[in-house]
């Protein structure tokens, strides 16, 4: 078993656990995006990003594997909010003039 602290939450997870796994069984909601369980983490979207004591960067939650005596802090406190410093998503609406081919 790990032991690791979140938000100043002593956590005690198995070994192998993520940090958002670790988070959500201390009962802390980390937001995601790209994370389906059973399926392969890239930590692409970067939306569950955490503070991890030590590291130079924000990481993301969901890629990030827990380790024994690990701090974290899944509000990390640099300015802007990460998660609101992301690129909105783009949605495009589609018409039937926009889906017509132009092939003959």
């Known amino acids: 078993m790990i032991n690791l602290t979140i938000n100043h939450i002593p956590v005690e997870v198995p070994e192998g656990a993520t940090l958002l796994a670790a ?48 701090s974290t802090d899944s509000r990390p406190d640099h300015g802007a909010s990460p998660r609101r410093s992301r690129p909105p998503f783009r949605t495009v609406k589609t018409t039937a003039e926009n889906r017509k081919t132009t092939r003959k």
């Open 23 to 70: 988070a959500k069984q201390a009962g802390i909601k980390i937001p995601t995006l790209c994370h389906v369980e059973g399926l392969q983490t890239i930590g692409a979207c970067r939306v569950c990003v955490v503070e991890v004591e030590g590291a130079r960067n924000l990481c993301a939650s969901c890629a990030m594997p827990s380790a024994t005596g690990r």
